[in-house]
Nanobody, 122 residues
Framework: QVQLVESGGGLVQAGGSLRLSCAAS????????LGWFRQAPGKEREFVAA????????YYADSAKGRFTISRDNAKNTVYLQMNSLKPEDTAVYYC???????????????WGQGTQVTVSS
């Protein structure tokens, strides 16, 4: 069992940056691949970024490439999403998730956080 708690969301102007954090409970954190997803109002939840268990490999949605960076610190049981050059279309609730393998669909993840709101003003 893994419990995930996101933090770091907020209101930022377009072009600004935010760093989201997701703290996990449990001693098996390093056994899980981790992902970030987001859901905008009226839209389906979509994949943003993922990182393998070791942290050595990452994958990004096209919308995130070049602007977002996912990283993990297994010693701190935490995964991060650094978001730069934010755009109004990045406005969404951001969720972190843990699963046995790095994937780009929500069905590949077993545990989810409650989400943190990111709002980017124009």
């Amino acid at each position: 069992q893994v419990q995930l708690v996101e933090s770091g969301g907020g209101l930022v102007q377009a072009g600004g940056s935010l760093r989201l954090s997701c703290a996990a409970s449990g001693r098996t954190f390093s056994s899980y691949a981790l992902g970030w997803f987001r859901q905008a109002p009226g839209k389906e939840r979509e994949f943003v970024a993922a990182v393998k268990r070791s942290g050595g490999s990452t994958y990004y949605a096209d919308s995130a490439k070049g602007r977002f960076t996912i990283s993990r610190d297994n010693a701190k049981n935490t995964v991060y999403l650094q978001m730069n050059s934010l755009k109004p279309e990045d406005t969404a609730v951001y969720y972190c998730a843990a699963g046995r393998a790095m994937g780009i669909t929500e069905y590949e993840y077993d545990y989810w956080g409650q989400g943190t709101q990111v709002t980017v003003s124009s």
